[in-house]
Each structure stands twice: as C-alpha cells, then as structure tokens.
C-alpha cells in the first residue's frame, strides 16, 4: 500500500501565486488527502476559495506539487489572528505544477496493487542450487522481464511493465537483496491526454485482477509521465521525471495475506492480446453490470440482502445484453396489443394500454432461468431444478423489495449465502465467456471454487428439496 506522507510546504492558489501560505500536506489511504494551511485564501466565501480546482505548492526540498479537486473542510477567518483553512484533497501530484484541470494531462500512467504481482506471474529470477562435499552454493541470476504492450485502438495501448530495485554495492557484502514489481501500464500513442481519460482505462485494468483476485486490489505506486514536464539531460536527450500520484482507495485498506497465482480465479498468463484488446472494447457495454458484480468484493459495506440485491441485478441487465428480452416478436405483440385495446371499452383503454406497455419484456424469473438453462454443464453441479432455484430468487428478491415475506425466499444464513455464491459463479461464466474464455477453459477456471462451496450447495439442495 501506499506510505502515508506528510509534507511541510508553501501554498498558493494558480492565479495568485504572489500570497503564498505555509502549510502541511498529509496524506493516508485510510483517510486521504489533507491540506492545512497557516492563513486564509482570499476573504469572501466564495466556490474560488472554498472549492479551489487547483491548489499549488513547493515543499521544503523544493519540489512542486498539485493538489487536484479540493474542497475547504474547515476554516478561520483572519478578523484578530492569522486564521487557518483545511482541505480535504482528490488527487496530489507530486513532481509537477498544474495551473488548471485542462493541464492535467499524462503521457502514460502506471500503477502497482496489491496482488498484481502473483495475478502477473512473470518474473526475472532464475535460481540454482548445487551441493559439493555437503556444501551448498546458490546460483542466482536476475534479468528484468520486457514490457508487454497491446494496442487498443484509438491512441492508447496498455501492458505490463516491470521495475526492480537493488542490490546495493556495499564494501561489506552480508545480504544481497533484488525486489521486482510488476505495474499495469497505460500510454498514449502520441501526445499528452486526459488524466482522467488514462486513470480510467488504469482502473478498467485492476478490473481485471479483482476479477481474478476475488477481492479488492490496493494501490502499491502510482506514478505517471508527462511530455510537457519533460528535461533536458546534458546530452541533449530528454527525460520525463517521475510524476507520484496519491488518491484514497474507495473503501479502507484491510490487511489480507498475499495471494499465489494458483488461488486466482485466472492469470495474465491465460489470457492473450485478443482477449486484453476485447475486455477493453467491450467493458463500456457493460459497465454497469461488472460495477454491481464488483461490490461484493466491498464487503464492509454490504449486508447479505445487498449483496444478493446486487448480483441478481447484475444478472438481470446481463440478460438483457445477451438474449432477446421480449416474450413475443414485436410485430406479434403489437398486433395482439390492438386487438386487445379494439375489444375494451373507451373508459378503460388508456388504463389497459398502459398495463400492456411492459407486458412484453420477459419477467424476472424467466430471466434467471434463460441464464442457468444456457450454462447447465456448469450449474447442474450445484442446482438440481432450475425452475425452482430461479422461482426462489424471484421471491427472495421481491421479498427484499418488498418487504414482505415470500413463499420461496432463501433463509437469511447458509441458503442465502449458498444462494449468493451460486449466482456469482453463473454471473461469472459469463463474464469469462465475455473475456474470450472458451467454455472448456470456463469450466476449468471456475472448478476450484465450485469444490470449494460444494458443501454449501448440498446444504441448499436438502433444503429445496423440503420446501418441494
């Protein structure tokens, strides 16, 4: 995770850079961004003051800094003192000047989570052991692995990129130590863009290793480079001088112990450029359903009812993309509207029209029941009846909407959880279907976590079973 920071400084804002102000920067993932000056910008209580785009600043060293997206939290006015502000801060960008939201541009951005690295599984070590008369000797050689770039299309290609650290050379040599991390990596083709354009392919990106990590990844580093903050060596080469780029996750840092690539629901290793090149093209389409199958992994925000909420939405818009969601072909249904509204009296035709508006959509049970008939090879391992496994999603969620109870909901505990799990792995043979996965290559990649609730099906099986 990112280590917290705290930097003393000066403090202005872009167009008046003149009245700089003493301050102290802070920042942790837990609690973000803060900026605490000594003084006041400006005295009127207005937006420029209290919800400065940018805020500037150089710290003691002298290096500049950007604070992006700040908003006043606290403040005194300067009437018989030198008063104070405090503001809590987006985005801090250590290593460059920003004098407004349309400089905020990157040439290529790369980012560091936890997890990344076993989700990658690629590294530069290769380790030999030999023994000679009971003596052992270790052979150990390290070459830092090629960045991996795919085009995406437009101006932007993503990849794989790699850093390593050490040894020092020291006089007494008692330890050698040489750290690899592995980054996601966003780049333009040519110039400078958007900040906000490249964080969000960034982000689209770790979508893929929380996928496969089942949980949340944490920002290790982020760092970008821009053309316009380029230097010139003596040389007369040019250099981009590392941009540090601090922001607070969206939910508080959990410890969690490191996962190896066999516990991932898939790698980078399984996947190839086409199937990179498509979650990218296809992840607008659905973005909405991946962002529900993504908070169950918020797990300190959600209750059980909102977790079974959320999936069981995101199965249902994912119906809608992939099948027809009309019970009738519409000239069917349209024809069979008007004959309907021709045979109801004048007082009651709006009311009927109306009532028919919808009636063509497939109903929510249905919906269900499409997506586990379609992949059966995989959910017959762990539903018996479709029909009565989709009726009692059905109830359970219009009981949660409705808050009334329903016949064939699922009991709060074991059921609903079972229940939960089941749906995340059919949500999830899709989306792999949707990555490029085949369906062999489907069903091997969700074997171990189908094993590992197997016992929790059973469970629900005997428990449809009596309510039969």
Avoid at 23 to 51: C, K
Avoid at 152 to 162: H, Y
Avoid at 288 to 308: E, G, M, N, P, Q
Avoid at 420 to 440: H, K, P, Q, R, V
Wanted: charged share 25%; glycine share 6%; proline share 3%.
């Amino acid at each position: 995770m990112q280590d917290p920071i705290e930097i003393i400084g000066y403090w202005w804002l872009p167009d008046a850079a003149d009245e700089r102000l003493p301050g102290t920067l802070s920042f942790s993932q837990d609690d973000g961004a803060y900026l605490h000056i000594v003084g006041f910008f400006g005295t009127e209580q207005i937006a420029r003051f209290d919800r400065p785009e940018i805020i500037l600043g150089y710290t003691q060293q002298g290096k500049p800094i950007t604070l992006y997206g700040c908003i006043k939290t606290q403040g005194t006015y300067p009437i018989m003192n030198l008063g104070d502000a405090k503001y809590k801060v987006k985005f801090v960008f250590e290593g460059v000047h920003f004098e407004n939201e349309a400089d905020i541009k990157f040439h290529q951005l790369y980012g560091s989570y936890t997890d990344l690295d076993a989700w990658v599984n690629i590294y530069g070590f290769t380790i030999e052991q030999e023994r000679d008369d009971g003596r052992s000797s270790w052979k150990v050689r390290y070459e830092k692995p090629l960045p991996q770039f795919f085009d995406i299309g437009g101006d932007l290609e993503v990849g794989i990129s790699f850093a390593s650290f050490g040894p020092k050379l020291s006089i007494v040599q008692t330890e050698v130590h040489i750290s690899q991390r592995a980054f996601l990596s966003v780049k333009s083709k040519q110039d400078d863009i958007s900040f906000n354009d490249l964080f969000a392919k960034l982000n689209t990106f770790t979508y893929l290793l929380q996928i496969s990590a089942q949980r949340i990844p944490y920002p290790i580093s982020i760092f970008g480079l821009s053309q316009a903050n380029a230097r010139a060596l003596d040389n007369g080469e040019q250099y981009f001088p590392k941009i540090s780029i601090y922001y607070q996750p969206i939910e508080a840092i959990k410890s969690q112990t490191a996962k190896i690539p066999q516990e991932m629901l898939f790698t980078y290793s399984d996947m190839n450029e086409t199937q990179i090149t498509v979650w990218f093209h296809s992840f607008e389409k659905y973005r909405t359903v991946i962002h529900l199958y993504r908070s169950l992994f918020y797990s300190d925000r959600l209750f059980a009812d909102t977790k079974f909420l959320n999936i069981a939405q995101a199965l249902e818009s994912l119906h809608s993309i992939l099948f027809n969601n009309q019970c009738l072909p519409h000239d069917e249904f349209t024809s069979r509207k008007d004959q309907v509204l021709e045979e109801v009296s004048e007082d009651l035709r709006e009311w009927v029209e109306n009532a028919l508006n919808d009636a063509n959509y497939k109903p929510f049970r249905e919906k269900i029941l499409e997506l586990l008939t379609n992949k059966q090879e995989i959910i017959t391992v762990f539903v018996d009846d479709f029909d009565l496994f989709a009726k009692r999603v059905m109830h359970t969620r219009n009981e949660f909407v409705h808050h009334n109870k329903r016949k064939w909901s699922f009991q709060n505990g074991v059921e609903l959880f079972t229940a939960i799990n089941t749906l995340t792995i059919l949500f999830e043979a899709y989306i792999l279907e949707i990555i490029g996965f085949s369906n062999d290559k489907v069903r091997e990649l969700l074997n171990a976590k189908i094993q590992t609730h197997l016992t929790g099906w059973k469970t629900l099986r005997s428990t449809s079973g009596k309510s039969q």
